[in-house]
């Protein structure tokens, strides 16, 4: 093996650059050539690459986003798409590459590969969604819970100093991991994930209570995903039937979730990931996510980490219900 590329997709995440960086010194530890390609499967199909040496990925391990950038790409969901990606990777001489993505980039490469399968893929969970089978941790969730769990903190002062009912949205569209963990982190009142049932009326039942223990604020920490709709919609049938007097405000803390320094826990853990995709390739892996389980490298098929989804630990289900 003598070259290989590189490159980062989907939503970005913090921690992407911190893999990209180990996925790159590692193949020049072991005298492999680097290609990034930008922007994606669309740059792949576009052939925006640029060769990378050890001082391309200087001064960036602590850097949120990725320097690579991201882009979702419809172009590549067609068969003229990948065929004009195929054409560029085979012009430069490139059959084996490391994705940094989630589920819909993994899904990509499967595609690819069924059509052309010469190439070999090797994946990097990055998603601060956490909702990747095969890993216990993807890259960019634990920023983003902590991140997430800062914004909430101050949010709680302003809502004890006005007697205040704060319903705060967090991303997860269909994963409610981020909500759950920062949920529990910050004392909320209430969470609402996609995974689990709470109506309208049961969280009303819930506000009520805490208001009557003489309580000074609550917060409900909802996932965008939750069925019951977003934070507003939420907020405004709580409205219609809480008789408290708290004044009830909305929080939507969006992609600030996405960006910041990347904590050190993210940053060791994608540098070890990125390490091990560049092993895994080594040894003629193919079609596999890097994952981290019970802090053991593990392989898992493509096919398996998209077609099954972490579930939900049932005891932090039983901790919402205890401590709030």
């Not at 569209?173 to 995974?195: K, M, N, Q, V």
């Not at 507003?232 to 996405?258: C, D, N, P, Y």
């Amino acid at each position: 093996m003598k070259k290989i590329a590189v490159f980062t997709s989907g939503g970005d995440a913090p921690g992407m650059n911190a893999c990209l960086r180990a996925v790159v010194r590692t193949a020049i530890h072991y005298g492999i050539e680097v290609v990034g390609i930008q922007r994606g499967y669309q740059g792949m199909i576009e052939g925006d690459f640029l060769p990378l040496q050890s001082n391309s990925v200087s001064g960036i391990i602590h850097l949120g986003g990725t320097i690579l950038r991201s882009a979702r790409s419809e172009e590549f969901r067609t068969p003229e798409g990948r065929q004009a990606a195929y054409a560029q990777l085979q012009k430069a001489g490139i059959d084996k590459l490391v994705v940094i993505g989630g589920d819909g980039s993994f899904r990509g490469a499967l595609t690819f590969m069924a059509e052309y399968p010469d190439i070999c893929f090797v994946g990097c969970p990055g998603t601060i969604d956490n909702d990747l089978y095969g890993t216990d941790y993807t890259i960019g969730y634990d920023t983003a819970i902590n991140t997430a769990m800062n914004a909430i903190d101050n949010i709680k002062d302003t809502a004890n100093a006005h007697d205040r009912l704060f319903f705060v949205e967090v991303m997860g569209r269909d994963a409610g991991f981020i909500a759950l963990s920062t949920g529990i982190a910050t004392g909320a009142e209430a969470i609402l994930i996609p995974e689990t049932k709470m109506s309208i009326d049961n969280l009303v039942k819930v506000l009520e209570k805490n208001y009557h223990r003489k309580k000074t604020s609550s917060i409900v920490v909802v996932a965008e995903g939750d069925e019951e709709g977003g934070a507003f919609k939420v907020a405004e049938e709580v409205k219609k039937r809480f008789s408290g007097h708290w004044e009830i405000k909305v929080t939507i803390l969006g992609h600030i979730q996405r960006g910041g320094r990347p904590t050190c826990l993210e940053r060791v853990r994608a540098s070890r990931m990125g390490m091990a995709a560049v092993k895994a390739l080594l040894e003629g892996q193919n079609a596999v996510m890097i994952g981290e389980v019970n802090r053991q490298i593990v392989h898992t098929p493509f096919e398996k980490a998209t077609k099954h989804h972490m579930d939900i630990n049932p005891m932090l289900l039983e901790m919402v219900e205890v401590l709030s």
